[in-house]
């Protein structure tokens, strides 16, 4: 078992791109808690190994108390066994890290943060309706580095509408000057039933510009690689001895135990997701049951998992890993379609049998997989 994550569904309010599964209610925040213990009960014999990452995401974990947080990592303890030196990460918004608050995260063990900053502009920030200024995300940064939590990601957005080329060059500035070890870089997308996409189909705001997009992921790309940033995920960069663990399993089919609303696991052979709910969450909990659905994966649907994955890292496809646990038919399928990437230098292979995606093509990379992929 690689990892064990938690979903805490609660935000302060609504971005408006967000597509994730959260409330801005806190009413049920008592009883979710509760629920969320009962499940780590109730699924402990699901592990039977030392769970080597923790990783509480959301929604937003830090609008959790320290206290509230110690109840959850009591009821882990009691129920787990934890790998010594294990990553446990938290994703935290700027406006929720006082000092206090950090000494409070670094006493329960919390060694990786992982700060939803952005944009290092204000404007960009109220476009988005996130919670937080500019002034607060650079404050808690600092705060946390002082708190003695090394291990620090920020989050930064491009393809923001209105976002020059030159100020997505001094948001990528603001965060070298802070010195952060890792950075999660994402495209602006638009997700159905969002603010965003009611926004851009009632023409209050114009589409998003994918030319833009790309000109950001083009100096996002030049300055990671000149400030010595290994770029070992489509949005992820990292310095030696930084990436993270927990995502780099997922990516490396590692299995997962996902705990709370809207929560999947993986264990090689199936994939679940639980309810996306509170109520019904909590409600089903309260029974003894885990509001789960369950999925079993048939071979295509692993290879497709692992194209899908491997593409988008540095690691890339390893074909001796296709023919070993897939099989000589997904193989040649494979060898067969990826000819036309090699050739156009799309992909390219770094060992004998390993092949991955030129970094500075990895904004085709949804073309080339859907391409690879197996189609019943
Ligand atoms: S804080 Fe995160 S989870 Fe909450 S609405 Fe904003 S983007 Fe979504």
């Excluded at 023409?203 to 070992?232: N, V």
């Amino acid at each position: 078992m690689a990892g064990l994550y938690l979903h805490i569904p609660f935000c302060k309010q609504k971005c408006n791109y967000c597509d994730f599964h959260f409330s801005i209610s806190l009413r049920n925040k008592e009883a979710l808690i509760h629920a969320i213990k009962k499940e780590l009960i109730l699924r402990k014999n699901e592990v039977n190994e030392p769970i080597q990452t923790i990783y509480l995401g959301g929604g937003t974990p830090s609008i959790l108390t320290i206290t509230e947080l110690k109840g959850i990592f009591e009821s882990i303890n009691a129920n787990y066994s934890i790998a010594e030196n294990a990553e446990i990460s938290l994703e935290a918004n700027p406006d929720d890290l006082s000092e206090s608050y950090l000494k409070g995260l670094k006493k329960l063990g919390i060694n990786r943060l992982s700060i939803g900053v952005q944009s290092f502009f204000n404007a960009d920030l109220k476009f988005m309706n996130r919670a937080h200024t500019s002034q607060e995300a650079i404050r808690a940064i600092k705060d946390a580095q002082d708190s003695g939590i090394e291990n620090i990601t920020i989050d930064l957005i491009y393809g923001i509408p209105g976002l020059s080329l030159a100020n997505w060059q001094r948001n990528l500035d603001a965060f070298l000057t802070l010195n952060i070890p890792h950075l999660s870089s994402y495209a602006l997308t638009v997700e159905p039933k969002t603010v965003l996409a009611h926004q851009i189909n009632s023409k209050k705001i114009k589409p998003l510009d994918d030319e833009l997009a790309k000109a950001h992921f083009d100096i996002l790309l030049r300055y990671m690689k000149e400030y010595d940033y290994l770029h070992y995920e489509l949005s992820n960069f990292a310095k030696e001895g930084f990436l993270s663990q927990h995502n780099t399993s997922y990516w490396q089919g590692k299995s997962y135990l996902g705990i709370g609303p809207s929560a999947h696991s993986y264990n090689q052979k199936t994939r679940s997701w639980n309810v996306a709910n509170n109520a019904r969450y909590i409600k089903s909990l309260k029974e003894g049951i885990v509001p789960n659905k369950v999925e079993y994966l048939t071979a295509a649907m692993r290879y497709n998992e692992y194209i899908m994955t491997g593409l988008r890292t540095m690691w890339g496809i390893d074909l001796d890993t296709i023919k070993k646990d897939f099989g000589e038919k997904y193989s040649s399928y494979f060898t067969k379609n990826a000819q036309k990437y090699l050739q156009k230098g799309t992909l390219q292979f770094v060992e004998k049998n390993r092949l991955v995606l030129r970094s500075e093509k990895f904004f085709l990379v949804d073309g080339v997989i859907a391409d690879l992929f197996w189609v019943e």
